[in-house]
Each structure stands twice: as structure tokens, then as C-alpha cells.
């Protein structure tokens, strides 16, 4: 028989929960909505008891479980047998570890589009994930090739400074927020330690700070 569900989850095939006929009248007596799981890829029939001022989640399929006196130790679960988690009919479910219980999930087969050329692909999905999706290693090959090449290319119109000699200079890859060319040349570089080692004024710092105090900031 079909229990219906409540929530904002039950809808489409999530509206009903299947029970057998002699334990209809036992599970009716309270209310059931359905909830998705921690990963986002089943719902399940539960309901809220509070103990002790505590909120505590009873799922149906376990209370069903144990009702026929299968016992539920602490770190098993309920598994389904045909992988439908609102078939809580008692032939459909079996006590087992999580190990098992992760071995029997079904794999969710998902269509994605590769973000290179655009071709569409399927993929096993048990988790939903932000990763970028390629097709094949040629497309992924190309995004690092392309990466290498804009690293290389110089900027145009350059409008970055020296540290040391306050002089403009043309980068020699592409500047990021993470990654910033800050010295002109080598020299100028070695030069900015040294005189940081030694405690000595950086020239074009001394400068800047003349002109603040100047200007009365």
C-alpha cells in the first residue's frame, strides 16, 4: 500500500511510499515526509521525534526492519534490494554494513558537455562535483597548451613599474592577482634584497614618501 508523503521534496515519484498491507495501519499512525540523504542522490521517507529536547530522524525503512526483527547494530544499515529507497516492503530490505551498502548503490549515469568542443558524454556521477569535464585527453591537452602559450606571450602597452628603479617595463607573462612581475630585471631584483638585508632606503620608496609628506597626507 502507499503512504503518502509530505514536504516540499514529495513530488513526481517522491509523493508515495510503498509498505506492505499488514504494516499499513502501524506506520499511518504518524506522519512521514520525504527528505533527500547527506549526498543529494535519494530520498527517503523519515519523520522527526523529539527526545529529551532533542530532534532525532527515524527513517521508515528501519523502523520497518527492525519491526520484523531484523536487528540494526550500531554502524549497519537498511539497504534496498531493488534500489528504490521509498520500496520499504519488508522482502526489499536487508540489514548490512556501509561497506556492502556502498558496494551495492547503483552508479547514476549523467550527461555533460565537454567544455572544450562542446560533444556530449556520459559519466558515472555518484557525487555531484564542480570539475571541469573533457571529453578526451586531446581536449585536456589543448587547455594546457593554451595556458603555456598566453604565459609566454608578453602584454602590450606596458603599464607596470619597477620596484627598485621605478621604471616601466614590459611583462614577461601574463599578470594575474596571485602572480605579479614587480622588478624589471634580475639585477634590479638582487639589488631590492640586498639593500633590504642591509636596512638601506629603496630609492624610488623614498621618493613616494617625500612627495606624501609634501603634499601634507
Known sequence: MLIELRGKYAIGAHRFAIVDDYDFEFVNQWKWKAKWNGARNNVYAVRNLIVEGKTITI???????ERHGQVVKEGMVVDFLNHNTLDCRSQNLQVTTQCQNMNNSQPKIREVICVICGCLIQQVAPILSGRRIYCSDRCKDNVKRTRKKLKRQPVKNPSLRCLMCDSKFT???V???RK????CSDVCRNKHKTR???GLPVPHLVKYLNQRSLSGY
Open 59 to 65: 527513517r521508515l525503512n528501519r523502523l520497518i526492519a
Open 196 to 198: 633590504l638585508r642591509r
Open 180 to 183: 605579479k612581475q614587480t622588478f
Open 175 to 177: 599578470q594575474s592577482p
Open 171 to 173: 611583462p614577461t607573462f
